[in-house]
């Protein structure tokens, strides 16, 4: 039996690092993970996503995408054959997204983002969470966050928030957390639901995903 192909791809900013923890039965799966790259000038998604397509070596691939690469996968779908699509913590629609995005997409408030702050995680830690941010959480972002360059988080956060999709492909899987901070599961429809995850749930809810990921994926 041929082994089914799965390619992984990240959340936005950051590195394949996140699945570091994901296991899956290595007679049946072959793992793959894709990495951003940077996105030519005001490129759409649609334009990006054909070009990862071009780093996917197989032929109807299982994809995985978290957060934002979970917006990617399904973008990239509508472009290839492909088995299954899986996103976690992410998004089906854009009708899925809180109010604080929507109001940001309305006034375009996602243009004064400070993304340059990137490029110094700590900073960047200090100004989103404060000066009394726990060292565990600033190695997590230091660890997991890879892509700091300027124009492509001013490109990823626009993308996102400016997403078009309204009708929801129900024949992708959502796994959501119930306590995701970033797409608050009461905007959420259709998921399977994991108590007690967050929107960074891929690294510390791994071990409910190395048990579930193998039947969800085979199941038809």
Known sequence: MSKIPIYFMPGLAASPTIFENIQLPED??????????????KESIESYAHRMIEKIQHENPVLVGVSFGGVLVQEIAKQMKVRKVIIISSVKSNTEFPQRFKVAKATKAYKLIPTQLLADIEK??????????????????????????KHYLDWAIETIL???????????????????????IKNIQKCIVVKGGTHIMIVNKFKWLNENLPKLILND
């Open 28 to 41: 049946q799966f072959e793992m793959h993970f894709l990495e951003w790259f940077l996105p030519n000038e």
């Open 124 to 149: 960047l830690v200090k100004y989103a969470f404060g000066d009394n941010i726990v060292a565990k959480r600033l190695k997590l972002y230091e660890k997991y966050l890879s892509v700091r360059d």
């Open 162 to 184: 400016c997403w078009s999709q309204k009708e929801v492909n129900e024949s992708v899987v959502h796994i959501h957390g119930d306590a995701d901070e970033v797409f608050p």
